[in-house]
């Protein structure tokens, strides 16, 4: 079981090793974020590694007013902004179709669908504009809060319904142009 508040607290007094268990804990979270605001799986490992080494040298500032998770979510969702920024404009408009981020955890129902319609899944998710991409990602992948996702991406709650809504609506139609139900 993780221990959030001691493992912090052993990585304050120097215990390094204890980090390991923030990366291993927090890795799949910060990994799915990127996957879906970066598309080359070079940048997301090197981003990756970037938001590790901020929330290393930024633990002592955490002031435990959100989860840790929450607190480590803003911190990817900022680095990779910038990481954008810095390195295209066009950055926003490119997909990777060979993303094998899974789109839902494995239920019985996943299974039956198969790969095919997970990958189809990502490819419409990786083609919504990033804000939308990220809300949706937030919300249904991470299951984040609204309120949790506001204070991740500093949108106001009614923007982040607001891109919710558009999201779901925008796959939906994507969905029904392709004869799914």
């Known amino acids: ?7 912090i607290n052993d990585v304050l007094k120097g215990n390094l090793s204890a980090f390991q268990h923030i990366v291993k804990q927090y890795q799949n979270l910060v990994y799915s974020i990127l996957n879906r605001i970066l598309s080359n799986d070079e940048d997301i490992e090197d981003v ?10 930024n ?3 955490f002031k435990r007013e959100s989860k840790l998770s929450t607190w480590i979510a803003r911190i990817t969702y900022h680095v990779a902004l910038n990481y954008i920024k810095k390195n295209s404009r066009h950055y ?3 997909i990777d179709e060979n993303s094998d981020f899974q789109f839902a955890s494995e239920t019985p129902e996943t299974k039956l669908i ?3 319609f997970d990958a189809y899944i990502n490819r419409l998710i990786s083609e919504l504009p ?12 991470d299951e984040f809060s609204i309120q949790e996702i506001q204070n ?5 709650e009614g923007t982040i319904k607001g891109y919710l809504f558009r999201a779901r609506k925008l796959l939906k ?5 392709d004869g799914y139900p």
């Open 1 to 7: 079981m993780f221990d959030e508040e001691k493992t």
């Open 48 to 57: 990756g590694q970037e938001v590790f080494i901020k929330v290393f040298n």
């Open 59 to 61: 633990l002592k500032s």
């Open 92 to 94: 926003f408009d490119t």
């Open 114 to 116: 198969g790969k095919e």
């Open 130 to 141: 990033l804000q939308y991409r990220t809300v949706i990602t937030l919300y249904h992948l």
């Open 152 to 156: 991740i991406t500093q949108f106001p």
């Open 173 to 177: 139609a994507k969905l029904e142009k």
